[in-house]
């Protein structure tokens, strides 16, 4: 029998979107903690694991940019949709529609840079529902609502919608924007306090490259060096929304791979972060400080640059070490042995920290494409010999799962 919501869950993740389980007939994830969801999406693995064994669950669309800017209008009642889509009859005919217990969800993608300079990003309630931006999500089908009736496509999103203007298409009811955008302009710093705010607000790194030349010429840097350094910003700066933080972590793997930057302190990085950050920002949206602190927490991480070889000679070992008890339920299949062996020896090189591997790498160092590898890892940690202390994510550059082998070394 067809597991339908991990059909959909799947569907829904290779179209771009940020996904959560809901407990059955509820609204509530069914995670500890989903704030994470918000910024990166999770990977194939991890929706096999919410869905694969819990066909009930339900399933929930997160919103904003990290789902490639997918916003929804929420109509709490039929006289509410009927009455937009009379007015917007091009719109309600081609944005995916769901039907709700009581009305319609309508999505659409968003400019968060135009909302944003309206001061508002999250949630407008109005009267007949509310328009869902951004740091929450919307239950979609084939979930159970709390009623008993079944979340339902009426126009499925087959692709992603195209984006609107979400104050101009209708989703705002008349005399809401104004007001709304009249109180954000009033809640926001007047020109002529800003003097008195500045010795109480974090100043912004310096502008920029001067100081970058300068910071290389103090380590004794050759000019090539420096272009090693703006080809490592131009390689990994995102170049669409929701992959900022992976991105990050590319980063360090980049700069890692540089020499005379490797064994660098992070903070005496800050300027070459920040630039990197002024190109990702273009897209992603996000703060500098949340930026800087994801570089200094990734830095210390990287145990293996960008581009470098130690995980081929770990594979040598690997294959010419004793094969593993327990492992009789492989059949004697010599490639996913061979992936389990190397993350055997991978844990072995340091047994009292967990190791990091991602599906790419293995599956390269394997012969099989990254699909085939995290179902493989994802086998492993299900027959117990591998603990997942931190799930990664599957995209190229992205950063890798941090692993820990349980089962004797």
Known sequence: MENVVLTEGLRLHRLGLSLLPLHYKQKKPAVRSWKRYQTTRPDEATIYHWWANHPERGLAIVLGQVSSCIVARDFDTMEAYEQWAASFSEL????????????????ARADFEAIRRRGKETIYEFDDGELRLSGCYVAAPPSMHPSGSQYRWLISMVELPPVVDVFSCGFVPCNREDRDYRENRANRVNPDDRADLATELPKKPKTLGTQVVALLKENNFAPEVWQQVLAAIEQTVPRQQGRRHEQVFHFCRVLK??????????????EIVYLWWEQASKVSGTSWAETLQDFLEGWPKVEFPANSQPMKQILERAMIAETPAGVEFLRGEKLPLMLLKLCRELQRRNPNKEFYLSCRIAGELCGVNHVTANRWLSLFERRGFLEVVERGSNRKGGQATRYRYVRPL
């Open 257 to 270: 791979a540089i020499q005379e930057v490797a064994d660098l302190d992070p903070n005496q990085l800050e």
């Open 92 to 107: 309600a005919a081609k944005l995916p529609t769901v039907e709700t217990s009581r009305g319609r969800h309508v999505y």
